[in-house]
């Protein structure tokens, strides 16, 4: 009987183990999910966006990553609207825009030949850090620009 009882106790544990890292995965996806959801809404909008306010940042030939304060003024220009719980409303009235995790997105850019600017924007993460496997790039067969390392 005791034995039956340490089997049954023993699987009973590794149930809620199992069980908490489903658990944790399902956040994590979800968390990525709306991470993901958010970047690309962003980014659309950055595509859409009038030129005249990538040009006043200056944007050469190479990769450029926005500072905080650049950042700040393309999204203030942008006004998501769509990310939810990713939108923060700081006192200066100046909103800010994070990840799941809490870490503001980044955002580069470039003017090609024909004077177009592109853009790429990331997430670093929960990890908070550029160039691991858990960045998320937008667009998605790009990675984050490899000059800005």
Request: net charge negative; hydrophobic share 35%; aromatic share 6%.
């Given at each position: 009987?005791?034995?039956?009882?340490?089997?049954?106790?023993?699987?009973?544990?590794?149930?809620?183990?199992?069980?908490?890292?489903?658990?944790?995965?399902?956040?994590?996806?979800?968390?990525?999910?709306?991470?993901?959801?958010?970047?690309?809404?962003?980014?659309?909008?950055?595509?859409?966006?009038?030129?005249?306010?990538?040009?006043?940042?200056?944007?050469?030939?190479?990769?450029?990553?926005?500072?905080?304060?650049?950042?700040?003024?393309?999204?203030?220009?942008?006004?998501?609207?769509?990310?939810?719980?990713?939108?923060?409303?700081?006192?200066?009235?100046?909103?800010?825009?994070?990840?799941?995790?809490?870490?503001?997105?980044?955002?580069?850019?470039?003017?090609?030949?024909?004077?177009?600017?592109?853009?790429?924007?990331?997430?670093?993460?929960?990890?908070?850090k550029a160039f691991t496997d858990d960045d998320l790039v937008i667009p998605e067969d790009e990675g984050i620009p490899p000059?800005?390392?």
């Amino acid at each position: 009987m005791r034995t039956m009882t340490k089997i049954l106790i023993g699987a009973g544990i590794t149930s809620v183990i199992v069980g908490s890292v489903f658990i944790q995965r399902g956040v994590e996806s979800a968390s990525r999910a709306a991470t993901y959801s958010c970047a690309l809404s962003v980014y659309d909008k950055l595509t859409r966006m009038s030129p005249a306010v990538f040009h006043s940042l200056r944007p050469g030939p190479e990769w450029q990553q926005l500072s905080t304060e650049e950042y700040d003024r393309v999204i203030a220009e942008l006004r998501p609207g769509d990310c939810g719980r990713l939108e923060r409303e700081l006192p200066e009235h100046r909103t800010v825009l994070t990840d799941s995790w809490g870490n503001r997105f980044q955002l580069a850019i470039r003017k090609v030949d024909d004077g177009t600017v592109q853009s790429r924007l990331w997430s670093t993460g929960p990890d908070d850090k550029a160039f691991t496997d858990d960045d998320l790039v937008i667009p998605e067969d790009e990675g984050i620009p490899p000059n800005l390392r």
